[in-house]
């Protein structure tokens, strides 16, 4: 189950930088989990 909350705050952490919305090679930066990445990266492109 998706919480709009988490959505919402796993998105300010990757618009911040703090965390990465998929893994990338080379980063040791913490990866939003799967089920959500899809609800964040929506979230981000609603953004202005």
């Not at 909350?5 to 703090?18: D, P, S, T």
């Amino acid at each position: 189950m998706i919480k709009k909350y988490l959505v919402v705050c796993y998105g300010i952490l990757v618009k911040a930088g703090k965390w990465n919305l998929e893994e990338a090679e080379g980063d040791e930066k913490q990866i939003v989990p799967n089920e959500y990445q899809i609800a964040v990266a929506e979230y981000l492109a609603g953004q202005n």
